[in-house]
């Protein structure tokens, strides 16, 4: 959302298989910008489905190296912390410091660009090799558009995990259907309830542990 209310000042080179007439686009008027975007992934989402709508966002992030994606997602995350327009759970950091005192392998499994949850993640405590998330190639030491699979979306989060574990999964934690598939081949999956009746009935019916939105 903070590249494109900036104007997207990395345009990939691909970028009209995204956005038709996009030399057309507003880029110095971003909130046209973003109704534009914003617009395009809503119809994806409505037509095509959940997956194919977050896996359009990919030329979003691309068009920038690999170390410029890290260091500016960092910026925007301590910007967004300092004006209290995101902010970690306390329960989810206790939870953290308690896994780690135990000896617990930790896993953050994303929709998100993996190098912009990297960015953050030690922060927490934890190693930048944790982070299973959207990977993107890289040419030229840019990053592209294209994604490379498993895409950590539903299964994709399940076959990311068995690529870089041979170990039981023993605890999963989501909040959207994207991580059913998840919580369901954990031994325990813990729904962080957002209000989703439907999500909610399945996961109990799968005997996950139901844990209310944290405030």
């Not at 686009?25 to 489905?49: A, F, H, M, Q, V």
């Not at 617990?104 to 982070?131: D, H, M, R």
């Not at 369901?184 to 962080?192: D, E, H, M, V």
Request: aromatic share 10%; with cysteine.
């Amino acid at each position: 959302m903070q590249l494109v209310e900036e104007g997207l000042e990395k345009v990939p080179s691909d970028i009209e298989e995204f956005l038709p007439n996009a030399k057309m686009l507003p880029r110095d008027n971003p909130p046209l910008l973003s109704e534009i975007i914003w617009k395009r992934y809503e119809s994806i989402l409505k037509t095509e489905g959940m997956e194919t709508a977050y896996r359009w966002t990919s030329f979003l992030f691309s068009g920038w190296t690999p170390d410029e994606f890290e260091s500016k997602s960092l910026k925007v995350w301590n910007q967004k912390c300092k004006d209290k327009k995101i902010y970690p759970y306390k329960p989810m950091i206790s939870l953290l410091e308690f896994l780690k005192l135990n000896h617990w392998t930790i896993y953050v499994i994303t929709a998100s660009p993996t190098i912009a949850i990297q960015s953050v993640i030690p922060i927490f405590g934890l190693e930048k090799n944790c982070v299973l998330g959207m990977n993107l190639k890289v040419e030229e030491n840019t990053l592209s558009s294209i994604i490379l699979d498993p895409y950590t979306y539903g299964n994709g989060k399940v076959e990311a995990y068995k690529n870089n574990s041979k170990n039981r999964l023993d605890l999963a934690f989501g909040d959207t259907r994207n991580d059913l598939p998840l919580l369901r081949f954990a031994q325990r999956g813990i729904l962080i309830d957002r209000g989703n009746q439907e999500l909610r009935d399945e996961c109990k019916g799968l005997g996950n542990y139901i844990q209310p939105v944290f405030k």
